[in-house]
């Protein structure tokens, strides 16, 4: 059974960052590729960055050099590095896992609150 478990959400000022963790198992970390969405109330999840195992990280206009992901192959583990947050950047974070590319069809983690003040 795959189970993803997100930490490091919360509440922060603008201008501040955080950093979400995922803690992947039951899934061969190594071959999957592993990304991060957020989604708020109403609206489409959006994929704001994934990391393949080739190495090959994208992230979304929106938050490029703002944000940037990164994978630890021997802790199972990706994570998401959110700096200059701002109020827009206030939604639910899931970590998604795929064998292949990610799709509406990826592996979900419960989602994670992130919450920018101004």
């Known amino acids: 059974q795959v189970q993803l478990v997100e930490s490091g959400g919360g509440l922060v000022q603008a201008g501040g960052s955080l950093r979400l963790s995922c803690a992947a198992s039951?899934?061969?970390?190594?071959?999957?590729?592993m990304g991060w969405y957020r989604q708020a109330p109403g609206n489409q999840r959006e994929l704001v960055a994934q990391?393949?195992?080739?190495?090959?990280?994208t992230t979304a206009d929106s938050v490029k050099g703002r944000f940037t992901i990164s994978r630890d192959n021997a802790k199972n583990t990706v994570y998401l590095q959110m700096n200059s947050l701002k109020p827009e950047d206030t939604d639910i974070y899931y970590c998604?896992?795929?064998?292949?590319?990610?799709?509406?069809?990826?592996?979900w983690g419960q989602g994670t609150q992130v919450t920018v003040s101004s």
């Open positions: 990391a393949y195992s080739s190495g090959t990280t």
């Open positions: 998604a896992a795929a064998y292949g590319v990610l799709s509406r069809d990826n592996y």
């Open positions: 039951g899934i061969d970390f190594r071959i999957s590729a």
